[in-house]
């Protein structure tokens, strides 16, 4: 195994999978650990480390004493030139026993007025009395403040989703559920965002609701301002959503008739059960 170049991100090693997760190359690269394995893993310049588990799978440390991130080289991520990772002793793991969960991101999608921000506030509900922390990115509040620079057109909405990916990975590391609710119309840019975390970490949920019966509920009456020519470019009328294939979870409405928002969350909570998202 090869993995010179790399810088080691000692996340997702919890549960009952016991996977590490190596970035490679700016990709993720799962491999899988075995409890009590002592792996040597080769890193950066051709220095090796020794990465202990426990018999859980935890990983207990490195033989040198350090994270296995490259210490020594300097990188250029985008503009930003000479930038080298700087890492600290409280890793992910620690922070996901603090609060007894795994962080990772339920990236609700679908059209505008579909029920995105009632599923992730009753998820946010139900996870809270459970003891559980989560935090909800909606896309309507993020544009109030960090992406208020950005319109509707496809890359101010290619910029939104990106950001607030790269938000949402942050919160996961963090340790919490992060949910985030944004119509994110397009394939390309939600299949971004997963890649940026952790095989599993990134749950996605398809509220599956048809645009007539979105149209009818229309609670901001935007639809209709839409339909009279007033907003340019609104997803659904005159600009694209492009429908997940292929996704963790389907929330399906197909008439007036739909299952409460509570219901709906209660399917999530029953997926992060039975994966193990709520525990450490
Ligand atoms: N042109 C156009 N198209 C779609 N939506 C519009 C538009 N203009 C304003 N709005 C309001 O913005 C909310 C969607 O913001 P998002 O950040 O989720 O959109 S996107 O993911 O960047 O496509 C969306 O909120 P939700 O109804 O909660 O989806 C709308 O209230
Ligand atoms: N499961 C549901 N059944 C019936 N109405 C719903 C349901 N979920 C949401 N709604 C209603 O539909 C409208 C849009 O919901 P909202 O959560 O704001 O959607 P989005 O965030 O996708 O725009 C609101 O008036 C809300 O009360």
Known sequence: MNLIGVRPALSGISGSKKLGFFSFNGGNQPINFKPGGVYQIKV????????????KGKVDRFANGHAGKNHSHLSTIGNSTNIKWHECPVQKTDRQNLLQQRGCVIWITGLSGSGKSSVACALNQMLYQRGRLSYILDGDNVRHGLNRDL?????????????????AKLFADAG?????????????????????????DFIEVFMDVPLRVCEDRDPKGLYKL????????FTGIDDPYESPSDVEIVLQCNTGDCSTPRDMAGKVISYLEEKGYLQA
């Open 176 to 200: 919490f559920i992060c949910i985030a609710c944004l119509i994110s119309p397009y394939k390309k840019d939600r299949a971004a965002c997963r890649a940026m975390l952790p095989s599993g």
């Open 226 to 233: 839409a339909r009279a020519g007033k907003i340019k470019g």
């Open 151 to 167: 319109s509707f057109k496809a890359e101010d909405r290619v910029e939104n989703i990106r950001r607030v990916g790269e938000v």
């Open 44 to 55: 950066a310049v051709e220095e090796k480390q020794t990465l202990k588990l426990d018999v």
